[in-house]
């Protein structure tokens, strides 16, 4: 059986615009957004990538159109031999009529219930009802698809299975934290041999979702919701939560059952004015540093309370040993951790895909378990995030030769590439790292990653400088040898981390030999390799532990900040000419930028090519 799974909507961003405000620092509050396909075949994950990196739009919640055709492509199928498509959205009857009820239930004049039905009406007719996804199907793709093959599959849900069939596991209890899906923000569950069961207790109401709640402290501190949420965990790390926590005392309330409230209002000014009031604040205050550390403490305290609260619950209702912890709120790896070894749950697996990316490969491998009747969890090959497009050598010459009047470039002989990259990482060179497939998910892995050597202080600085241009306040993360890192992280529970999904204190006597590498808190959100994932960054770290008694490099996404990965050589070498990355290894190619003279006898040479000689860094 072939299924396609995808998120997205045409016109998700034009109605959130028109109806909700999502524009400007709000414009990610929408559904769809993190656009993606995934394929798969016969119960196997072969291919998946993000809207974005293809479109070039961060966070798109447009159609995929780019990101399916890629997939069959890749595939080599035609859109007429998949078998079913799989959407992470299910708005049935029952569900808009409780959407609707909830409208009437509201105190609120007669006059905004119809302004709110009125708008909930478009939404249904124009994105979210099965007649509009199908419409919006067949303009974007041209194939007239039978409705029947249309398959809704419930948000929470497509979470969870992206997760667990990541995980590899047969049996775990799973955890579900979004800003929201069709009618709550939080479920939990378990699944056995692969059937899920959806508990009755601890399933939050959108309107007291922990992960918007965090999504309106990070746009009070001057952030972007739904997406500059991890610059609130980065701050927080600055300084510890205030006792007693007001977010605590005044505005949550913890349920037996694992569940929560949270009492907040939803309008944006009326938000603003409650936290002014908590933390003694005006819009002169929120700039000051200490200010914005004090509340960003406070909020991650917050989440760190309530999903342990959760877990416990969990734990408790389902007496199974793993975890499985998806969505939005699973990218705070902060919390992650704490999560884990504050709970009864021996292990606990957060996939590369836990926030919306990874709805689409779990929508796929829902509908497709459920027609084979599979009571397996994921298999070995799924446990890849190198999902996306990959580039020959001729592609790589062909993105150079296009550029041969900016870099020059020389083929690295005999495998040597990890040998004299580590060589180069020696000093305080930054970088481009482009190998293989692109990665899936918002953490750069490896294949499109930006390096630098974590033993010198300064480093964050001078890729921030240089590269990033992003705020000084942010860590930048290490990949680390699997088999060295429980000597220098403190990784408790788990053996291994190999997506950046948790943090860990760096060992003491690590501290001083990893600056660059550690947060000002003394922690470290790590990646693990090894030779099985990923063989030539593996090689790498390698040569570069021989050299300097050091087992990782500081890791970074291969963009500058607000763009997409690069996914393309053109997109890497426009990123590395834009940007003072010193090197950029694509493949075997060692790149270099020519020098302004050299720029300029490449010109009057009519755009030829230099000699050989000439074109070797």
Known sequence: ??????????????????????????????????????LVVDGELVAAVEEERLSREKKTSDFPARAIAWCLAHAGLSVEEVDAFAFPWRFSRPVVEGMIEEVLRARMPLSGAFDHLRRLGELYTGMLGKEALHADFVERTGYDVDP???????????????????????????????????????????????????????????????????????????????????????????????????????????????????????????????FDMLFDGNPHVREDFDYRVRVAAAAQHLVETVTAHQTRALAAATGLDTLVFEGGLALNCVSNTKMLNRSPFTDMHVSFGASDPGVAIGAALHVAGAHRGSRRGGTAAAHSPYLGPSYGKDDLLAALTARRDEVSWREIPGGAVSDEVAKLLLEKNVVGWFQGAVEYGP????????????????????????????????????????????????????????????????????????????????????????????????????????????????????????????ASPEDALTCFLRTEIDYLVLGDLLVRKLDSRRRARTAEAGGRPPARSDRSP
């Open 148 to 274: 029947n093959q249309l398959v809704p599959v419930p948000h929470h849900i497509a979470h969870a299975m992206c997760g667990y069939h990541m995980c590899g596991v047969r049996d775990a209890a799973f955890l579900v934290s979004d800003g929201r899906a069709e009618h709550a923000s939080a479920i939990m569950g378990e699944i056995r041999d692969g059937v899920v069961r959806q508990l009755d207790q601890g399933t939050v109401a959108m309107s007291h979702s922990l992960a918007l709640f965090y999504g309106k402290v990070t746009r009070y501190l001057g952030f972007v919701p739904n997406s500059d949420e991890y610059k609130v965990m980065g701050l927080a790390g600055y300084g510890e939560p205030p006792s007693p926590n007001l977010f605590l005392e005044r505005l949550v309330e913890l349920h037996e059952d694992g569940g929560y409230s949270i009492s907040a209002p939803a309008d944006t000014k009326a938000c603003g004015t409650l």
């Open 1 to 38: 059986m072939i299924v396609l799974g995808y998120n997205g909507f045409t016109k998700a961003a034009e109605l959130f615009r028109r109806h909700y405000g999502a524009t400007g620092v709000d414009r990610h509050l929408l559904i769809g957004h993190d656009a993606a396909a995934a």
């Open 443 to 566: 953490r750069a892995l490896g294949n499109r990653s930006i390096l630098a050597n974590p033993q010198h202080a300064d480093i964050k600085d001078v890729i921030n400088v240089r590269v990033k241009r992003r705020e000084p306040f942010r860590p930048f993360a290490p990949v680390v040898l699997e088999e060295a890192a429980p000597s220098v992280f403190e990784m408790g529970k788990k053996a291994t981390s190999p997506y950046m999904t948790f943090v860990f204190p760096v060992r003491r006597e690590w501290r001083e030999r990893i600056p660059g590498a550690c947060h000002v808190d003394g922690t470290a959100r790590i990646q693990t390799v090894n030779e099985q994932q990923n063989p030539e960054l593996t090689r790498l770290l390698r040569s570069f532990a021989a050299l300097t008694g050091v087992p990782c490099l500081v890791n970074t996404s291969f963009n500058l900040a607000g763009e997409p990965v690069v």
